[in-house]
Structures are given as structure tokens and as C-alpha cells.
């Protein structure tokens, strides 16, 4: 299943209600596990982010409904990177002519 790190900047409005951002993160997981994805970790960090997330999602589709829903809710701008493993990336290798 493939891999995803989102990067996330806290709203104002999420910086305003952050006391509320550990059951944000917990209807985070839920939606994850609806979808069929799962929420590897899940970090509150400083510096140029406010929270990272490791998910495990079925596709890029899916990760992108996911992502779509928690952005609508307006608390988090995110970037998402589609992490490739060791074996991935030797797959990838392998191709090069």
C-alpha cells in the first residue's frame, strides 16, 4: 500500500481552536480507516510545520479524498509527498535504460 507524509500549516482558525486538534486528529484516523487507509503516526512539530502524518492509503485517490475532507473542515493547509520505499525506488532503478 502506498505511502504518503503530509505536512500540514495550522489555519487561523485551527490555531485559534487548537485546543481542539487532538480530537481533530482522532476524526483524522477515523476518516483514514473509513477509507480504508491508516494513519502510520501522527506529529505535532515546530518549525515550518504544525503537524506531519505518515498514512498507508489504497491509492492516490483515496489519500486525496481524504485529504479534500480535512481540508474543507478549514483548520489545516496541507502538502503531501507520496513516499516511496527502498524496494520501490530499486524497482524504479531497474527501469532506467
Known sequence: MPTYITLGHFTDQGIHNVKDSPNRE?????????????VKDAYRTMGRYDVVAI????DDVTMNAILY???SLGNVRTETLR????????QALAQIA
Open 26 to 38: 482522532e476524526a483524522f484516523r477515523e476518516l483514514c480507516e473509513r477509507l480504508g487507509a491508516r
Open 83 to 90: 513516499a516511496f520505499t527502498r524496494q520501490e525506488t530499486d
Open 69 to 71: 475532507s480535512m481540508g
Open 55 to 58: 498514512v498507508d492509503a489504497p
